[in-house]
């Protein structure tokens, strides 16, 4: 069925894969030709990484096969993947901090001497000469440790590359780099293709995919929506085969009566070592702060809930507060949707019950008792009306897909009635039906009258969604907007540290 | 719809049922009963005086006071905690129990006596692992060798055995009611019953599980992790204190190695009874089956004359093979 034309080195055939609640991936295929760089595009939540590790042997299909040379090949884990060619350099920096770059690169196939110890002298030559094909100047003594994330990265692909891999798929690899080493990471690739390496490059920055790759394949909601050759696509092709839909049907923005402010903020300062900041929130008003990777945005929101030290004023309606713990955070009225769902919003071995009431716990106590019957109603009600798709509200939340696990953190800031919502990314990789879905619930928690932060660092859903916007850079607010005044430009302006205020408030 | 389809619907449903319940969360306490069961069966067919009332009854006394501690132990470990400090504190929990009694107080004021003085060593111990932030291990290491080292100093005054010569006051440790059940095996099972509801029912009990899964994500829902994880730490020392009175009453005095290097058996017991150690799960029923595992096993082996260094070798390999079953059920160590 599957149309070969004879010369590809690796296929992966309608591949499909399932995870509780969500179809991760749903007949995709991909094939790589020798020498190739086949860039896989998508939006977050698309199904890349978890194509990607079905090929690494980290995850395995439920449907479709793998070929190799046109032969059938099962990986079944990690280390059979590196033994047939197949090297994986994933998102993460996965390094070994406390040893040096050497133990590093040669990871698992240390060269030993005749009498079985570490050769060193061979260990360092080894790396050396791995380093010097990449035209890297690392040391191979160096510290892990002592390192930076971009040298780090190119730590991770020197390792991949010493391992001789036939195919090599990088991960967003430029994600933690500067243009200098992205341009030097390039022509590392670009040499390597000329030896026969086929590459499987994922990124979602259109600029990188049309520089470097030869073909690119789309993948959307989990399936193929295109492989097409990058000298004869463009921009807004993509972007369109990326997003599938228009942009207001992403956007369901109603117009909601903004009222008096509900928070005010004023010479707050987080940590102590930032430049003290002031801002607002109105009730009915969804505020979105944009700032790049170091923005101190995290962090001021952090403060602000009580999570690592802040001063400064805060008052919320109209009453001063004093904000020391996330408890304290909590009685005032705030409530927060940390940034890392997984690390810091749930708590995966309870059930979707206990988190959707994880705050609320003693509101459900009669006479010593917690009770059960109430909470599975309450969490019930909240299932229900934030469409948290489940088995039931016993479902224990570790098998949720990630945009259900999303609403049932936000959820438990419903059940607590907080009057000011600050929301830390809340769409950071969860599938597009999901996003949507989070930004109605922002405007179903507007009308009430409440007020949302919109913490995001990607810029379509920041304009599509905000009634308002503040630009962040180097701990201080460097730009406000109001809706009708931003651009993408505008912001990225100030969120390079330009001062722009096109609005008082 | 045929009988024959009816009978493979049932079938199935069965099936579905039973996978069911081995992968929910009681999953691991039916295959400790099984085992428990099957060990049961074993002993009573190849040792004659293994099922009998009295040695039931022997196997139950035996560790009701390993029982009464891993309760406590339950907890610490299933809030992401652990506690290495237990058998210390039962020795030092008994000293100050047996002063108090010989002194002339009554036996209750005894064990308050003895309840406190774990209390007091836990809340230490909570106090360094959430202010100090240092990790819970090497807190309860040292405190264990610190209390421990007390307890000898103590001891040393009495010519190292501090015996209460006070009339019933052994009655607890050895009496029996009817002069059938054992009372540690009373003081058992209301303690077991007691901390199920405490688990199961209690706002600290969801805590203990909220805490022990994510510390993080609960400090972020506005939860006081620390002062719930002090708690936990204070309620594991004071079931060890009382464990420690227990001793003493069964011994009839407080010596200053007492229950030494017990720890590692009650941490078995717990981690066998299915209570992760990396927190967040765990069960008080699962803790109890694992409690009575470990028991029968050694007074199986010792109704066979097996020598105690093999009972020894033969209880680290139960404990690995209900391991291995509990992964192999779970889908498997990763």
Known sequence: MQKTNGHSVLEMCHIGKSFPGVKALDDVSIDVLPGEIHALLGENGAGKSTLIKVLGGVYSADSGQILIDGIEVKVENPVEATKIGIAIIHQELNLIPALSVADNVLLGNHPLSKIGFIDDQELTKRTQQTLDM????????????HLSPAVCQLVLISQAISRNPRFLVMDEPTSALGDEDIKCLFDVIRRLTKQGLAVIYISHKLDEIFDLSDRVTVLRDGKNVATVETKKTNRNELINFMVGRKLTDMYPKTKIKISEPILEVKDFTAGGASDPVSFKVHGGEILGVFGLLGSGRTRLFNALFGVIKGEGSVVIEGKAVKIDSPTDAMKAGLGLLPLERKKEGLVQTLSVTDNLLLSHYPHYIRAGFMQDRLMRKSAEK???????????????????????????????????????LILNSPTRGIDVGAKVEIYKLMEEICAQGKAVIFITSELPELLGISDRILVMADGRFTGEFKRDQATQELIMRAAVGEEIFACES | MTIKQEAARDKKNLLTTLTTILKGSYGSNLTLLITLILMIVYFSLVAENFFQLDNMMNIARAVAITGVVAVGETIVLISGGIDLSITSVMAAAGMTAALTIRAGAPFVVGILVALLTGALIGVINGLIVTKI????????????????????????RYSSTLTVPVEGFSELGRGRLLGIIPYPVIVLIVVFIIAHFFLTKTLAGRYVYSIGGNPMACRYAGIDVDKWRLLFFAICSMMAGFGGYMLTSLVGSAI?????????????????????????????????????????????????????EWQMVAAGAVLMIALFIDSWRSGGYK
């Open chain 1, 134 to 145: 990449l035209g890297l100047h690392i040391s191979p003594k160096e510290l892990v440790s």
């Open chain 1, 382 to 420: 909240w299932i229900k009306s934030l469409q948290i798709r489940c088995t039931g509200a016993n479902q224990i939340t570790r098998t949720l897909s990630g945009g259900n696990q999303q609403k049932a953190v936000l959820g438990r800031l419903l059940e607590v009635n907080a009057k000011v």
């Open chain 2, 133 to 156: 932030h240092i990790n819970p291990f090497i807190t309860t290491l040292g405190m264990a060798q610190i209390i421990r080292g007390f307890a000898y100093i103590i001891s040393a």
């Open chain 2, 256 to 308: 200053g190695n007492a229950a030494l290097g017990n720890e590692m058996n009650v941490i078995a017991a717990v981690i066998l009874g299915g209570a992760s150690l990396a927190g967040g799960e765990g069960n008080i029923i699962g803790t109890f089956l694992g409690v009575f595992l470990l028991g029968t096993l050694t007074n199986g082996l010792i109704q066979l004359n097996v020598p105690s």
